[in-house]
């Protein structure tokens, strides 16, 4: 029901920026949760950065100070502007939507972000 566009994955050099984003479609209701979990080879996937419709945000201690997650309400969009991009960054990230008017939670396909130093 609902669909997840991700966008702006790529290869970057250590100290660059890349700007992610996730449209939704479908049937959105109007309170959920939009974010980035991230996947590296071998690892779990983690969270990176949350954001609820009403501006809570949530980010995870290794990217504090460096990513930041925003939304556009009225686009149903969420980006992370990823700024001071280290290797270890280096994953698959996958834009999140939980709807929690049924509880189902959406994944995005993933985009490849490669950080080389």
Known sequence: QVQLVESGGGLVQAGGSLRLSCAASGTIFRLNTM???RQAPGKQRELVASMTVGGIKTLADSVKGRFTI?????KNT????MNSL???DTAVYYCRFTDY???????GQGTQVTVSS
Not at 70 to 74: E, F, I, Y
Not at 78 to 81: E, G, R
């Open 78 to 81: 969420v980006y992370l502007q």
């Open 86 to 88: 280290k290797p270890e």
């Open 35 to 37: 974010g980035w979990y």
């Open 70 to 74: 925003s939304r556009d309400n009225a």
């Open 101 to 107: 008017g049924t509880g189902t939670v959406y994944w």
